[in-house]
């Protein structure tokens, strides 16, 4: 089910709220037209033109799901969404851990938050910013890239939604195995040695701060663990497992 509103300050943020009121059915989607406070990773915001681009959150029942399986939720939204765009003949891939891009510019952003009963999770958030008819972007994000700035074409919202969360649906079903397969299929980078750099994370009381620590370093992808880490082997022949936010690509 789909409801679609004109204007909030995030999608995500609406349906963590609403999700501690009443019980929203698994796939529960929203999707509004404009955002006045779209959240990005990392404490970002997140730019949208109003009209032009799809936001939206879906709900997934986690609560059963074991903490250390939750990485599922990543490779199956990224997934929905990069199939979804090779249906409309974009090379999409996956970098890890869940941003999509064609060639080296970042067409999507994923956003995802679980809701927590006590220690527990009630169930789970992706929000879903895919850049579609929005031909000029003006925040520093990085490397924007539209489906339209691509193609020159302009594409419809709703359907380009619904494929997605269909998409969403079907591999929601499937086993563990195909679907960490078809991710490792998508993955950006992929094959070969690229440059990267470790970013150290320190917290002081009041704010989180990352700052890339000061030497890059070549190595290739070597594996995704079941926890979605990402290992690496340097041209050295060592290996370094890391977390989500602790290495960065090179671009
Ligand atoms: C990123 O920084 O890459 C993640 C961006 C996620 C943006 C989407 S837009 C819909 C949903 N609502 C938000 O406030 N954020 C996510």
């Not at 969360?165 to 397969?181: C, K, N, P």
């Not at 890059?216 to 989500?244: K, N």
Request: glycine share 6%; with cysteine; net charge negative.
């Amino acid at each position: 089910m789909i409801e679609y509103l004109e204007e909030i300050d995030s999608t995500n943020t609406y349906l963590l709220q609403k999700s501690r009121t009443e019980h929203l059915p698994h796939l529960y989607t929203v999707c509004a037209k404009a955002q006045t406070a779209g959240r990005g990773q990392r404490g970002n915001g997140w730019e949208s033109e109003p009209g032009k681009n799809l936001s939206f959150s879906t709900i997934f029942d986690t609560h059963e799901m074991d903490p250390s399986r939750l990485w599922k939720l990543s490779m199956l939204t990224a997934l929905a969404v990069a199939e979804t765009l090779r249906v409309y003949h974009l090379p999409a891939e996956i970098k890890w851990p869940n941003d999509i891009y064609v060639g080296d510019r970042k067409i999507c952003g994923i956003l995802i938050e679980n809701v927590l009963q006590g220690s527990a999770i009630q169930c789970s958030i992706a929000g879903i910013g895919l850049n579609v008819n929005q031909e000029v972007f003006v925040s520093n994000a990085p490397n924007p890239v539209s489906m339209k700035q691509l193609t020159g074409c302009d594409y419809d919202l709703d359907e380009v939604l619904e494929h997605i969360v269909s998409e969403m649906e079907r591999l929601w079903t499937i086993g563990d195995d195909e679907l960490r397969a078809d991710y490792m299929h998508y993955l950006y980078r992929r094959e070969g040695s690229w440059l990267w750099r470790q970013v150290e994370v320190c917290s002081a009381p009041m704010m989180i701060e990352q700052q890339p620590a000061a030497d890059a370093f070549r190595a290739s992808i070597e594996d995704i663990t079941p926890l979605g880490q990402l290992v690496l082997r340097l041209e050295s022949g060592e290996q370094r497992v890391y977390h989500f936010k602790e290495v960065k690509y090179i671009i």
